[in-house]
């Protein structure tokens, strides 16, 4: 494979929704869209999940176009790739930057695969002809409100309710939740909103029977959260915490979680989340697929890598729909019985609708080989 061009797109899209973490509040989604394009014209697509401001990581929409222009493509076009996975040593100088190489590995290993003409999650290994999935809910003004989209989700049947939390909305609020909906999946993530001070408030959340707490310490804290585990009987899901497979190792050595949720972004991309997933499933640590509030192109290849078997947990992979008025692929990824058909079209497996794609477009720039 030769890449002798690429474009990078800056999109705004709106989300249905003000979407809430301990973080803070946002509706609007900047992120970058990848086209990388061939010598024979064809076209795979990744998508840059870094938000606009640094609040879930250290990379921003800019920081990512930084390193995509100055660092990544020039180490693209250097050479010819034959498979994706080289991406992943070509990189390996530049430190961290996950989200930036992410979103140029994504949109080869779409290339690769139509090259290949099979489906993404074919060529990733991946089995699975439909993949479960289940729904994050911000936090809200209300907890009445939050029991009523949780009704919603339910009834829509979503395979598990993940709500947000924090300290002062958490015991009370997982309380009334259980009262209403005494069996469904339910788990909570903190995003880093706790500190080991708070272990009786999280030792509280033990009888609520939750699947997991997700990220309840700091985002670079694996020792914290192993001396937390040993103490919970709910197990832990890290999310910020791992960027790698050297941080999945030495998570599961120390102890710190039971459960790994895989962002492609934050691990650097798809040979990267492949890796952990490997590595997870020879030490019986299930894992699930994160989301970063994606549009089409980002949630397709978060589809495709959950086909891979180790996948056990439903993702945050919810319908295009949920987030978004109009999604940016065509067809639109819908969910029916928690449920999502994985497509069976060569590469990321959705048509990109370049119609939509130029209605969000900010500001574009073509890079050549
Ligand atoms: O912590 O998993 C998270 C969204 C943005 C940033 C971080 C997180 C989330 C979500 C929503 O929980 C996942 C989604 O619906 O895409
Ligand atoms: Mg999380």
Redesign the pocket.
Known sequence: MKVKQVILRHLQMELKFS?T?SFGSFSTKDFILVEAIDEEGISGWGECVA?HSPW?SEETVKTCWHMLEDFLLPLVFKAPIEHPDELNQRFSFIRKNNMAKSAIEGAIWDLFAKKQNIPLSKALGGEKKEIEVG??I?IQKSVDDLLRIIEKYVTEGYRRI?V?MKPGWDIDVIREIRKHFPDIPLMG?A?SAYSLQDIERLKALDEFNLMMI??PLASDDIVDHAALQAELQTPICL??SIHSYEDARKAIQLGSCKII?I?IGRVGGLTEAKKIHDLCQANNIPVWC?????AGVGRAHNIAITTLENFTMPG???ASS??WERDIIHPEVTVHNGMIVVPEGIGIGYEVDRRQVDAYTVSLKEYKA
């Open positions: 979407f973490t938000f879930y729904i994050s911000g993940k947000k993530d995003n997700e990220q999310d910020e949720n962002k994160g989301g970063m509030l994606e945050d992979t919810a949920h987030y």
